[in-house]
Structures are given as C-alpha cells and as structure tokens.
C-alpha cells in the first residue's frame, strides 16, 4: 500500500509563494486523491503490489492492459508530487548550485537564460501537465513538458526539477495568471535538493 508522505515542511512554509490553503489542498486532497486511488487499483493485483512507484511506473508499457491508464494517472500523480513537494523549500538558494549550476551554465549560457527557457516551457503548456529539468540518455540536461501525470522516468528519463501547472496547483492565488505562479515559483526552489537529484542520476 502506497501512503500519502509527509510534507518536509508546515503549509504556509512556501507563503507568500505559494499560499497555505493552496497547500493543503494539493496535499492533502490531490496528493491523497491519487494515492487512495493507485492502491485500489492495485488491490485487485496483487502480484504487483511489492513493486516500488519507480517500477510501476518505468515498466509501465508491460502493466497489464486493463490498469496502465489508472497506474498511468494516479501512480504518475503520486510520483510526480512526492518529487514536487521536496523540490521546494522555505528559504531557497536563490539560483541552482554545485554541479547543477555548472552543467546549467555549460547548457544554457547562464542561469537567467536557463530560468526563461524553463519558464516558457511551462508557460506555454496547454491545459495540465509538468514543465521538467531532466537528464536526458545520453547524461545532458533537456527542458522538457508532459501531460496530465505522466512522468519523465516512463521514458527512461530522470527528473532532476519539476513544476506542477495543474491549475489546482496555482488558481486560488493567481487565477488565470499561470506565468506570475511560474515567475513566483523560483523563490521556493529547493536547489539542494535538485542538486542530490543530478548526483544520484549520474551515479
Ligand atoms: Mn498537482
């Protein structure tokens, strides 16, 4: 059985960013919604049920046919947002560091210019899905996007960054005004985080 993880910090920890009831909603009713619902799809196979997220979800094209759409949707969800909500933090870095911020640099000229680029990425999304810094297969960084839940590693690609533009994730703050979400975003990045992603994907 799949369970709801813990945020790694209080509701309002990412205000004025991303407000509280913002938070708790996306926690507590989406976040649990797709949990709930990945363990009952589950319940009717049980020779899946010692399977990690990870390998549900990156040999999603062997799953039985009758529960890849389900696994697809609430395995993805629930993958997806246990990544969202650890790549945020209260007191952000600012802009990336380490070897993230070297491998940025080497890609994209400078930061600033990696930060448009991802950003327009996720501006430009039409209806729901997720704007990705991933670690493509041959170990360079690409700017990607994916639809509803479905997430980099069911191509074999690995997430280092994520940013939810569900309209759950953003409407009660800023309506219709996605880019100002997007824009405000940047100052509750986890950059720590995302730099222990890059190193256990190059490893
Ligand atoms: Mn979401």
């Known amino acids: 059985m799949f369970q709801l993880p813990k945020l790694p910090y209080s509701y ?27 363990n009952k799809v589950l319940e009717s196979h049980e020779s899946l049920t010692n399977k990690t997220i ?13 529960i890849r759409t389900a696994i697809r949707n ?10 969202f909500w650890g790549m945020m933090k209260n007191k952000s870095e600012g802009e990336a560091i380490g070897k993230v911020a070297k491998e940025i640099e080497k ?16 501006n430009g999304i039409f209806g729901s899905g997720w704007a990705w810094l991933i670690l493509n297969k041959d170990h360079e960084f690409d700017i990607i996007s994916t639809k509803n839940q479905d997430s980099p590693i069911m191509e074999g690609l690995y997430p280092i960054l994520g940013l939810d533009v569900w309209e759950h994730a ?8 996605r880019a100002d ?23």
């Not at 609430?74 to 990544?83: P, Q, R």
């Not at 995302?194 to 256990?200: A, D, K, Q």
Request: glycine content about 6%; charged content about 25%.
């Open 107 to 122: 890609k994209y000229g400078s930061y600033k210019s990696f930060e448009e680029q991802f950003s327009n990425k996720a």
């Open 74 to 83: 609430f395995g993805g969800g629930h993958y997806n947002h246990t990544l």
């Open 12 to 38: 309002d920890a990412l205000e004025p960013f991303i407000d509280r009831e913002t938070m708790e909603l996306h926690h507590n009713k989406h976040h649990n919604t797709y949990v709930e619902r990945l």
């Open 54 to 66: 990870e390998d549900l979800l990156s040999d999603f094209q062997i799953l039985p046919h009758e």
């Open 181 to 203: 979400y997007v824009a405000a975003w940047w100052n509750v990045v986890n950059w720590e985080r995302v730099e222990n992603l890059y190193g256990e994907a190059i490893r």
């Open 170 to 177: 953003y409407y009660l703050k800023y309506q219709n005004k």
